[in-house]
């Protein structure tokens, strides 16, 4: 026996569509990292991916604890804030420092920085 028992049906079929939802986009993400082409391309697929992946996992979360406590839990909020403000910080990091990688090495398929004057 553990607490997930007492979880209603109704709240159970909740949680498990949006846990397995959010598993689906998580692995369609990934799925685009080994798929596409280049480094440019492959940085959006697992970004976006994964964070509507993991937004659907807390909304299940948070759903299932809301349920068993009898009261709204907010806390794991702070998890979608963390990776709403984490996750376009680090793709516009990697992105630049390849940019400026390839830009050096000279690569046909990124453009030339532009002039300044």
Not at 44 to 70: D, E, K, M, Q, R
């Amino acid at each position: 026996m553990n607490h997930l028992d007492a979880l209603p049906p109704w709240a159970a079929t909740l949680v498990a569509v949006l846990v397995l939802a959010g598993a689906l986009f998580a692995f369609i993400g990934s799925l685009g990292l080994l798929r596409l082409k280049n480094f440019y391309q492959r940085v959006h697929a697992p970004t976006l991916g994964t964070t509507l992946g993991t937004f659907l996992v807390l909304a299940g979360s948070i759903t299932c604890f809301s349920v068993l406590h009898g009261r709204p839990v907010f806390h794991e909020i702070l998890i979608g804030v963390f990776l709403t403000v984490t996750t376009p910080i680090t793709l516009m990091l990697l992105v630049r420092a390849a940019l400026y990688r390839d830009r050096e090495e000279g690569s046909d398929y990124v453009p030339q920085a532009p002039k300044h004057e």
